[in-house]
């Protein structure tokens, strides 16, 4: 028997399918687990409604001494903003992080986290439609989520020198557009194409999840673990593009080794590529590029 709370949490997730899949599915699974966590607290009597400062400074309090990272506290603090933003009791949640006692996040490594993949390890995935999925992630920098719900219909409609993302694919349902530039891009399309006619990457009949269990698995299998590392790869390819320069994270001048006309145009680089990347800050983009 599911604890009120909890109950009440899946309920509030089912009725408020903002984001992304993946963010819908992190969301449900933070909150379910602080559900549980309050209720081992002692909070045995608590609905949605009722959440108040205590139960967050509980919450974070135990995060903190299962020594959890900076950034994965800040994703958690996130998913119970939402909830209590949707239950009209935002304001039991500090506004800043910081008055939480989290530090701030830190992106700057200057440590490459670049991956590619090989013909050999592509030629261990059998699924065509999903060994082509990948190209198009390696291709386009596209998170897992977008290269499997692709439509090269949809995408292509944009233009011959650029492709669209649906907001529905893209975390924070942020629609966006990435550039058409290389014959490598435009192959990966032509057999996205013929496979999905004016459908998606998602073969007929299925569902998203069950395709992407089908992934991770096949993945897996092959020893392709690392395929976020294909938006880095993507990232610092586009940087060495609009600079001329590497990037700091693979061995490029640094932030302070940079003249003014430099850093103007770093930081237009920058900018792009975390438009390019479906990011919505600069910043982010330290975390593929270095600083």
């Known amino acids: 028997m599911k604890h009120i709370l909890v109950k009440e949490l899946l309920q509030l997730c089912e009725r408020n399918r903002d984001g992304s ?123 897992r989520e977008e290269c499997l719900k692709f439509q090269p219909a949809y995408a292509t409609a944009a233009g011959p020198d650029k492709i669209q993302l649906k907001a529905s694919w893209c975390k924070g349902g942020r629609a966006r557009e990435v550039p058409l530039r290389t014959e490598y891009q435009r192959e990966v399309l032509a057999r996205a194409s013929a496979l999905a006619g004016t459908g998606s990457m998602i073969p007929q009949g299925q569902r998203y999840v069950e395709r992407l269990k089908q992934c991770e698995n096949a993945t897996n299998r092959a020893g392709m673990s690392r395929l976020h590392g294909l938006r880095h790869e993507y990232a610092q390819q586009r940087y060495q593009e ?50």
């Open 242 to 291: 609009l600079t001329g320069c590497e990037c700091p994270a693979k061995g490029g001048p640094t932030a302070r080794q940079l003249t003014l006309e430099q850093k103007a145009q770093d930081l237009e680089a920058r900018l792009q590529i975390s438009q390019e990347l479906g990011h919505n800050r600069e910043a982010i983009t330290s975390v593929y590029l270095g600083r």
């Open 21 to 143: 899949y993946s963010t819908q599915a992190a969301r449900k699974d933070v909150l379910v687990l602080a559900g549980k966590q309050l209720l081992a607290g002692g909070f045995r009597n608590l609905g949605t409604q009722g959440i108040k400062p205590k139960h967050v400074q509980h919450l974070v309090e135990r995060w903190k001494a299962e020594g959890l990272a900076a950034a994965t506290l800040k994703n958690r603090i996130a998913h119970l903003r939402w909830w209590t933003e949707k239950v009209n009791k935002a304001s039991v949640i500090p506004r800043t992080n910081a008055a939480l006692g989290i530090d701030r996040r830190q992106y700057v490594t200057n440590q490459s986290k670049a991956h590619d993949v090989t013909p050999e390890a592509l030629s261990r995935i059998k699924d065509e439609r999903l060994r082509v999925s990948i190209e198009l992630q390696r291709a386009f920098g596209l998170r």
